[in-house]
């Protein structure tokens, strides 16, 4: 039969370090989330072709609490296997990432069944981040992550290291072995490792996840090494090649197919202006083949990653889209949704209180790295709208809700309802960029008070148009189209991995709680 072809990324928007696992007929892809909540995004294909977000692994405080994380903290790449019915996810909580110290928490939790419940978590080490489990054949089950070298004149990226994780005693035992150093491009990090004809291969992502980001490959004959790496290095790069449409590839993880047919997902951009890419790091898939020598290769010949891409022998199997309408009609959030560090529930978040609304309770600003009110979506394409109408009746200044567009507490734009002494209820755009606060783009608009205020952003590329209508009337513009290529990885001088997400908010910095209520949400794309 003729094949499908894949057409990457196969993740769009915010999607990055994929870890993707078969078991059975079904393939599952998990990405990092960082700071926002639930952790651990999970989708789900059949073909590898047609994918659909399914599930969160970590909806519980107690897997979770993100509660002062920094921007770009929370969960970094976490690694998704499974062995012998149970399903094994491995993550790290950062803590701290700026200057000499990282604080990188490790964990593992388990489920029979891929939407879970997922266990409570068990505590594994502290040493690196980007850990990840082996199944060995015989099995024994090995750790693999990073080790972070804080000290001054070192490699911070200190290699890969290796423990055995003892399934009864539930932790790392026996020595901590480092198997492997890296290659000159350096930065070593996103260790996997796969057992295929007596050896062992150890995937690995370098060149750090910007645009020099790459997949590196070594194999040894004993888990424990000695490693060598292939001779044709790096497996997958975009580096040196601005022309790529996918950049900053690395960072893979491999699946064999039921039919023998290797695939090999890995993270990339798609800059929207120059070198900022404000979808965030997504996921892309390659076809891969094992060389006469044992080698690990791209299919098509040489390391660049490529748009289009040949699909396994299996039935096609598409799912149905998801409707660009949330009327927040059902009795929890849909999976389209996240929310900041902590969980949705019913102190600040309601979908009871006034039944077909969203009811958010204002709570701290948008600077806070702990109890913010926002519940958002990924921006997953470069030319889109989104939409919502809101009942609000703000009581004094520090009281908004509105429509964000947000990349962390440093970069975003917000169409915000608030209260101005003189002009009553009254509407206007906040912009945060690199953390320089401004609220004067434009003069505040008048408010009638009682009646329900619809706020729309179309964005076209690095550009965003805000609008707004009152009652029955129609859009009208507010401000001027604003560059919003600052809400990237790729904009300050500190590296960040998350990706613009847009969405609704309230804040009330007098701690009174006040309500606003969002009659609907609509999230369009244009391409």
Not at 452 to 462: M, N, R
Not at 500 to 515: E, N, Y
Request: aromatic fraction near 12%.
């Amino acid at each position: 039969m003729s094949r499908n072809l894949i057409h990457n990324p196969i993740l769009r928007g915010f999607h990055p370090d994929p870890s993707i696992c078969r078991a059975g007929d079904d393939y599952y892809i998990a990405t990092s989330t960082f700071e926002w909540f639930p952790g651990v995004r999970i989708h789900h294909s059949r073909d590898l072709v047609n994918w659909r977000p399914l599930t969160y692994a970590l909806t519980r405080s107690s897997q979770l609490n993100m509660e002062g994380d920094p921007d770009s903290g929370g969960i970094w790449a976490p690694c998704l296997t499974y062995d012998n019915g149970l399903f094994y996810l491995i993550y790290t909580d950062v803590k701290s990432r700026q200057g000499a110290f990282k604080d990188t928490p490790n964990y593992l939790v388990t489920a029979e069944n891929i939407e879970g419940p997922w266990s409570e978590p068990v505590y594994l080490n502290s040493s690196g981040f980007d850990p990840s489990l082996f199944h060995d054949e015989d099995g024994r089950k090995w750790l693999v992550n990073m080790l972070w070298d804080h000290r001054t004149g070192r490699n911070s990226f200190a290699g890969i290291v290796l423990q055995e994780y003892s399934v009864v005693e539930q932790r790392l035992v026996g020595p901590l072995t480092p198997i492997y150093k890296g290659t000159e491009l350096a930065l070593t990090e996103g260790p996997h490792l796969y057992r295929k004809d007596g050896w062992y291969y150890l995937i690995t992502a370098e060149g750090g996840t910007q645009y020099n980001h790459a997949v590196t490959v070594a194999r040894a004959k004993q888990i424990e090494g000695p490693y060598e790496t292939a001779p044709v290095n790096p497996l997958l790069t975009s580096a040196g090649n601005p022309e790529l449409a996918l950049q900053k590839a690395g960072h893979a993880s491999l699946v064999e197919t039921q039919t023998g047919e290797w695939y090999m997902v890995h993270l990339c951009g798609r800059p929207v202006k120059d070198n900022y890419c404000n979808l965030g790091r997504e996921t892309a898939i390659q076809r891969a083949i094992f060389t006469e020598e044992g080698w690990l290769a791209l299919s098509g010949g040489g390391n660049a990653p490529v748009l289009t891409v040949e699909g396994p022998d299996l039935p096609a199997h598409p799912f149905a889209a998801a409707a660009p309408r949330d009327d927040f009609e059902a009795p929890q959030l849909d999976v389209r949704w996240s929310t900041l560090r902590v969980p949705a529930d019913e102190s600040w978040l309601s979908l009871q209180e006034r039944p077909g609304y969203l009811r958010l309770r204002g709570r701290e600003s948008m600077s806070s790295m702990h109890r913010q009110s926002l519940v958002a979506l990924r921006q997953q394409a470069f030319r889109c709208s989104a939409e919502t109408s809101v009942d609000f009746e703000p009581e004094h200044f520090q009281q908004m809700a509105g429509l964000i567009v947000y990349y962390d507490t440093k970069d975003y734009l917000y169409l915000r309802i608030t209260h101005d002494e003189i002009l009553g209820r009254c509407l206007g755009i906040i912009r945060s960029k690199d953390g320089v606060y401004e609220d004067t783009l434009t003069p505040e608009v008048p408010l009638p008070a009682g009646v329900s205020v619809a706020l729309k952003v179309v964005i076209d590329g690095e550009f965003a148009q805000f609008y707004y209508k009152v009652g029955e009337t129609s859009w009208e513009k507010i401000g001027p189209a604003l560059e919003i290529y600052h809400l990237s990885d790729d904009f300050p001088a500190y590296i960040r991995f998350t990706g613009t997400f847009i969405g609704m908010c309230a804040q009330d910095l007098s701690g009174t709680l006040h309500p606003a209520d969002f009659d609907y949400f609509e999230y369009l794309e244009q391409e």
